[in-house]
């Protein structure tokens, strides 16, 4: 049960740096999750936007710094951790 005022682990994860495997590709990509909703979250990550330019073609040739969204159910598996400083604290 979470405590009210408590942000959610989904909020937590907002502005971290992480590494995600969703089922589409059979690798994993390292970058930034930039917003998250009850449904999936968004991730900034250059990786990713070249996989996802090579598989698409010329379906985002014209698009100017593609985001990402991806929902949690496509997630495979989710890396991250606490910044240095934190983690030294704890």
Known sequence: MQ???????RD?????????KVSLFT???AGTITAADEIG???ASEEMIAA?????????????????YLPFSK?????TSLPKAA????
């Open 52 to 68: 996802l330019r090579d598989v698409t073609g010329g379906a985002m040739a014209n698009m100017d710094a593609p985001s990402v």
């Open 3 to 9: 405590q009210s005022g408590a942000p959610s682990f």
């Open 27 to 29: 690798r994993a990509f």
């Open 12 to 20: 937590k994860l907002i502005n971290r740096k992480v590494i995600v």
């Open 87 to 90: 983690a030294a604290s704890a």
């Open 41 to 43: 979250f968004c991730l």
């Open 75 to 79: 997630l495979e598996w989710l890396v």
